[in-house]
């Protein structure tokens, strides 16, 4: 049978600086917490859902751990540490009321927009679960969690072991995504002096390259932030109709992504009468560094790249192509490693010239771009089955607006975090990021190089528009 109690941890583990820089990261305009829904069609058995996290997640110790800063003087010395819980309990995180009458889509997206901005209790592990029923049927998980815990990849490692391959559930975890039985993977050393040189150089050269960055240029995204939050999504989307449109342009899904973003974000500002609107906006995309395998390990290990996007380009074939080529350069690059670098720096700082050096990096971009590649085939909870996963990604500094594209069982699902002082009306921004997936879609199907290749796995555009529209009446 397998193992499911924790491993015996030490009661202290050191936390690391990258980590601690996360943490010390919440500001009173944005909160770093991860934002995400879980919708499950079937009936809720609360008792089973509840045993089944209860046996799962703790197999993590960031879950049963809270953070300790101890102060020894000179803030540079503040030493923060994972520390078991000694209060820890499940009932504490996983919250129903059964007595609330169920929620519709609607009333669920302003609860989250209600809590975007409510910290999470730092005496006790940094997530929380609130099941809701839905109106209509099923339920919902919104799953909140301090990103000092994990990164998006990470996240979706929690997911897939809290989750089985089947609805017939049999209360064992998984050994494939267990964490008990994972085995880090293998580094690559940097082993000569001359490759470790040139290394750091590149990255000293990047850090000093973004630093001199001007701001991005001036905008109603540039405004400051509120209290006032908003969480929107999409229509979920076939996975396979965004490779396609990739696929003809000899570009990835995530240029397709960007590319869509900054015809949203042209078209937005364009309608408002913003000069902005003739100008390349600037995006911090995140850049996953660390290998799949690594996930069980939690923590972050992703960097942020500055990418200028083609919102300034009028043809949305143009924007693609452009997009393809700027994200293509920043592969090749350090700079993902840089910024990686400069967040575990950052931790060694005061708390005070910490936020100061945040916002002068945060004032060269306009919006936060995040793509998180779920599990490719359906997933179950306690016997029911999971149909939609979703999560927004919080923003940093003076960023108030952020993308982020999940994908799960072939869909993609894009979601929206803004701030309404900076987004004045998010709905519409919200459909003109499909309005551009579509306009891409059609472009691409009757350009030379789409006839030329298979098209058969794309549903028609008429059907892609409809979808648009049928989510933003609702």
């Known amino acids: 049978m397998l193992d499911t109690e924790p491993r015996g941890e030490a009661a202290e583990e050191a936390m690391s600086r990258r980590d601690y820089c996360w943490f010390r990261m919440d500001g009173p305009g944005n909160l770093m917490v991860i934002n995400s829904v879980l919708m499950f069609q079937g009936d809720l058995d609360i008792g089973q859902l509840r045993t089944v996290i209860a046996q799962r997640l703790p197999n993590y110790a960031r879950f049963r751990q809270r953070v300790c800063v101890s102060r020894p003087g000179l803030p540079a010395l503040a030493r923060a540490s994972w520390v078991n819980d000694p209060d820890f309990e499940i009932a504490r995180h996983v919250e129903f ?18 809590q975007a901005l409510l910290p999470l209790p730092k005496q006790r592990p940094l997530w929380h679960m609130r099941v809701l029923a839905r109106a209509g049927g099923g339920f919902a998980i919104v799953f909140r969690l301090h990103h000092c815990i994990t990164d998006g990849l990470g996240l979706v490692h929690v997911l897939k072991h809290l989750t089985d391959d089947s609805h017939d559930h049999a209360g064992q975890a998984s050994l494939e995504w267990h964490p008990a039985h994972a085995r880090p993977q293998a580094t690559t050393q940097l082993c000569k002096r001359v490759q470790r040189a040139l290394f750091w150089t590149r990255i000293s ?129 350090h700079q993902p490693h840089a910024t990686m670098f400069f967040l575990t720096l950052s931790g060694y700082l005061p708390a005070w010239l910490q936020r100061g050096v945040l916002k002068l990096f945060t004032a060269k971009g306009s919006v936060v771009l995040t793509n998180v590649e779920g599990p490719p085939q359906p997933r179950y909870l306690a016997g029911a089955l999971l149909h939609d996963a979703i999560c927004w990604v919080p923003q940093a500094g003076t960023m108030g607006l952020g993308f982020a594209l999940m994908s799960y069982a072939g869909q993609v699902q894009i979601s929206m975090f803004a701030d ?51 989510g933003s009446a609702r």
Request: overall charge positive.
């Open 97 to 114: 009321d059964a007595a609330a009458p169920p929620l519709s889509d609607d009333q669920l997206h302003t609860l989250l927009s209600q």
């Open 205 to 333: 050269a990047q850090l000093a390259r973004l630093a001199l960055l001007i701001p991005d240029c001036r905008s109603s995204l540039k405004r400051p932030l509120s209290a006032d939050k908003c969480l929107l999504q999409l229509p979920a989307m076939p996975l396979e109709l965004v490779r396609g449109i990739a696929k003809s342009m000899q570009a990835t899904v995530n240029d397709v992504w960007v590319a869509a973003v900054a015809g949203a974000l042209r078209a937005y500002l364009q309608e408002r009468g913003e000069p902005a609107a003739r100008r390349s906006l600037r995006a911090a995309v995140t850049f996953n560094l660390r290998n799949k395998a690594d996930a069980f390990l939690l923590g972050n290990h992703f960097g942020l790249v500055a990418v200028n996007l083609p919102s300034d380009r009028a043809r949305p074939l143009d924007r693609l192509a452009l997009a393809s080529a700027r994200m293509n350069a920043i592969k090749a690059s």
């Open 420 to 470: 309404r002082n900076q987004v004045a009306d998010p709905q519409r921004l919200m459909d003109l990021v499909g309005e551009a997936f579509v306009q891409l879609e059609l472009d691409t199907r009757f350009s030379a190089l789409a006839l030329s290749r298979c098209d058969q796995v794309r549903q028609p555009s008429k059907a892609l528009a409809t979808t648009w529209r049928a």
